[in-house]
């Protein structure tokens, strides 16, 4: 059984990059990083951090098929949202999101930052005459930034800390 798997799913890459930062953080060896997407089969972990690209203001239903089946395990999330500029949204995806989670698990919480939107979503706005949502656009184009990834580097480290003081 491993200490940690990260695992995620990307649709445009915003996550997955991520996801990479977020393996990266996480001590020792005895951890994996996969795409939910491979198909690949999944070792057991204590501690799982599960990371999705929000649409619609929750997870792809891969993402909460597998989080509804863990049980006995540590879970934390992330995630990366074109929108991810709100708070308060932030808030209501890791609340639909947690939802999925089994009451026998320990959730140790979630990081959401913002993503770049794909280049089909500002033809759309453009179309639409959108220019409120073209601003936003043009806001997330370089995220996740080096800010967001400190920020997922302060996720993983105040998650070690919550681990750590479950085993005392």
Known sequence: MLDYLVLYQSRSGNTARLATRIFSALPG????IIDLASGERLPEAKVYFVGFGVYQGTCHIGVSDFLSQLS???????ATCGLGDSNEYKKEVAATTAAWIEDDNIYLGAYICQGKFPQAVRKKCEERHAEALLSRFDQ???????????GADEFVAHSLKKIEGLRR
């Open 29 to 32: 060896n005895s951890k994996d």
């Open 72 to 78: 006995g395990k540590i879970i934390a999330l992330f």
């Open 140 to 150: 997330a184009l370089t995220h996740p930034d080096e800010v967001d990834m400190q």
